[in-house]
């Protein structure tokens, strides 16, 4: 916890960028009937009713401090699927950066074995040389910043319909919209002291 937390208070710094990665499984929805388009002095009208179309993985970035996001639409939640999205951060979205600091949580596909699963190991070499994994703690993914980013999702677009995802993200990302974390580890202390390891005081 402390490790993510420190990272967090440190200064933007683009040659050593921090990203948060989390994921969202969505179920897609089609509509039955068509929505109603906005009229003088009323509303855009959606019908409740919908026709499920199958499901999607949403990989969410976040750089907080530069206030940039992305998400990537996958069809599925394979070890494949999260070593295409980390060397489309380090070639793609990072290319000068010496390295990116990468915030995610314990899935079984967030490791560095999934990029040796996808490429030859010269390349998943080359790619993992450039990125350094930060670990939220068991139970502590509320510490993973894209978390926040995916309650923002789905308050003003998964709630509605999965093509909102692009224009929230737009929008979003010309605003620079980043997120000022405030909790830090000396909070942590205070606040979460029953989770730390209690030393045994020494008798008189």
Known sequence: MEDVLDLYEEPY???YPTICLDEKPVILHADVHPPVPVEPGKPERIDYEYERK???NLFVMVEPLAGWRHVEVTMQRTMQDYARV???LVDEVYPHAEYIRLVQDNLNTHTSAALYETFPPSEAR???????FH???KH????NMAEIEIAILERNALSRRLCRVLAVETERNRQR????WQFTSRDARVKLERLYPVKERMLD
């Open 13 to 15: 710094d683009p040659q």
């Open 54 to 56: 199958g499901t999607r």
């Open 86 to 88: 980390v060397r489309f």
């Open 126 to 132: 080359r790619i993992l040389q450039r990125v350094e």
């Open 135 to 137: 670990y939220t703690p």
């Open 140 to 143: 502590g993914s509320w510490l």
């Open 177 to 180: 919209r980043g997120i000022a």
